[in-house]
């Protein structure tokens, strides 16, 4: 069975930071793509960075700069580190991979960032 579980999430001010973390099981976690995802009220799910098997990473340009994605391979765990955190930034965070065939997601951790 594949489980990832976000944690992390909280209420922060503007300028502030958070680090969200994934932990997964139920795949070889050291072989896939691992990737946040967020959902503001109101809007579509969008990628905000992925990071590949071999630590590549990728980000949206709104998070360039300010947000950094990482991996443990011991741990079977993907962060992601957020500074100079901004009210846009408000929204759930989900990790997610794709394996076997299909998505899978964890549930989300909330983020809001707000003075």
């Known amino acids: 069975q594949v489980r990832l579980v976000e944690t992390g999430g909280g209420l922060v001010q503007p300028g502030g930071s958070l680090r969200l973390s994934c932990v997964t099981s139920?795949?070889?976690?050291?072989?896939?793509?691992m990737a946040w995802y967020r959902q503001a009220p109101g809007r579509e799910r969008e990628l905000v960075a992925n990071?590949?098997?071999?630590?590549?990473?990728n980000y949206i340009d709104s998070v360039q700069g300010r947000i950094t994605i990482s991996r443990d391979n011991a741990w079977n765990r993907v962060t992601l580190q957020m500074n100079s955190l901004k009210p846009e930034d408000t929204a759930v965070y989900y990790c997610?991979?794709?394996?076997?065939?299909?998505?899978?997601w964890g549930r989300g951790t909330q983020v809001t960032v707000s003075s």
């Open positions: 997610k991979v794709g394996a076997y065939g299909r998505d899978f």
């Open positions: 139920g795949i070889n976690f050291k072989i896939y793509t």
């Open positions: 990071i590949t098997a071999t630590g590549g990473t």
